[in-house]
């Protein structure tokens, strides 16, 4: 009984922990047009961690998935813009996607 | 050698070393309005050699012998000397040659630190035929991703952060290493100041108001000494631009046959928590 009553502070502390660690970290993302009609996105986060194999999605105005591509080892995804709006989102892990619209993708 | 020793050497040193005193307050000052930019964007530099606390007098400057982005991206080394334009700054009490640079967004558009460093052309400081040169870092961060900003760059004479210099909050303590040729200098020289007051960057001026008033000329120019290990630490009491220098640090020591200071410096942008 004694090392049940021990386990939930250990527990309680290990989620607070858990907890702090998944708020430090943030995803970060955003793309440029690199040239002619090719855009570069970059993606990470924000303690640094890796986003090397997260996957991204090109999707047109009506959620129409157009490409999908993942993040290489130079943490970015390079691809040829569609005609027409778009989006693309960084699938960044559970609560740590981010979406940029084309009208925002620049040179 | 015990420490109080040695400490007590390097002051001695430095004390006679700069019997006058005249080349301190010196700030080569590397500008821009912000530092942590939420995404890229085109940044206007003013470059100036000055006394930031009083807003001048400004020093005359030669042309840089080289500024330089080390990219987030590979750190890919950038000459942007390019982009230096040539204007004249008007001061407190004169006018001085100064720098303005207008970089491209398309240099740093990676997310991550983008690490600026200017090499100036030595300045003579007539009163004291002294050369001052002073190498020059700020960091900028693009997004929030951290990045290589504290990174040594292999300067002769750098302060390489222990602190992300383009995020501070009043009232924090900013730690850096100062570096000569790489290696740590226990017990440099160093002095802060403070920006105090605007810098209108299009119109080439400082602000004619100051921002704090200082009730004795010492509060202008604060100073302390790196410690053993080359580390220095610092409280940022006030929002705004901060100058840290370690003086004289430099292996070099003459030019045209006068003494030189080579000095680094680095520049750390403080925010209010509201």
């Known amino acids: 009984m004694k090392a049940q009553m021990f386990a939930h502070p250990i527990l309680l502390a290990s989620a607070l922990l858990f907890c702090q660690a998944a708020l430090a970290h943030g995803p970060v993302f955003d793309c440029y ?22 996957k991204i999605h090109v999707q047109d105005t009506s959620n129409k998935l157009l490409l999908e591509g993942t993040v290489g080892k130079d943490n970015s995804y390079t691809f040829q813009a569609p005609a027409g709006a778009y989006s693309v989102e960084f699938l960044g892990g559970e609560n740590h996607g981010a979406t940029i619209q084309s009208s925002d993708i620049t040179q | 050698m015990p420490i109080k020793r040695r400490l007590l050497q390097a002051l001695a040193t430095a004390t006679f070393s700069c019997m006058t005193c005249a080349a301190q307050a010196h700030f080569q000052m590397l500008y821009l309005d912000e530092t942590a930019l939420q995404r890229a964007a085109d940044l206007d530099f003013a470059i100036v050699f000055t006394h930031p606390f009083s807003g001048g007098p400004t020093m ?18 950038t000459d942007l000397r390019q ?5 004249q700054w008007q001061s407190r009490d004169n006018q001085a040659a100064a720098y303005r640079a207008s970089i491209p967004r398309e240099l740093v558009r990676s997310l991550g630190d983008h690490i600026f460093v200017l090499e100036p052309e030595p300045y003579l400081e007539k009163e004291e035929d002294v050369y001052i040169q002073q190498f020059t870092k700020l960091v900028v961060n693009v997004g929030g991703v951290p990045g290589n900003g504290s990174e040594p760059q292999g300067l002769p004479v750098e302060i390489q952060p222990l602190n992300k210099p383009y995020a501070n909050w009043t009232g924090g303590v900013f730690r850096a290493v100062v570096l000569a040729d790489g290696k740590p200098v226990p017990f440099a020289e160093i002095e802060l100041e403070y920006v105090n007051h605007s810098v209108d960057i299009k119109d080439n001026a400082f ?13 202008k120019s604060l100073s302390t000494y790196s410690d053993a290990q080359g580390v220095v630490t610092i409280g940022l009491p006030r929002a705004g631009w901060w100058g840290i220098a370690a003086l004289n640090i430099g292996a070099t020591k003459t030019y045209k046959g006068k003494p030189l200071s080579q000095d680094a410096v ?6 209010d928590m509201k």
Not at chain 2, 68 to 76: C, P, T, V, Y
Not at chain 2, 83 to 87: A, D, H, I, R
Request: glycine content about 10%; overall charge positive; proline content about 5%.
């Open chain 2, 83 to 87: 982009y230096l334009k040539p204007v």
């Open chain 2, 207 to 219: 602000g004619k108001q100051d921002s704090v008033k200082a009730p004795q000329a010492s509060f």
């Open chain 2, 266 to 271: 680095l520049w750390v942008q403080v925010r």
């Open chain 1, 33 to 54: 047009i690199e040239h002619d009609d090719w855009v570069k996105c970059e993606a990470g986060y924000t303690d640094g961690s890796s986003a090397v194999g997260r």
């Open chain 2, 60 to 77: 005359n400057m030669g042309e840089p012998r080289a500024f330089n982005l080390i990219s987030a991206q590979g750190g890919k080394k």
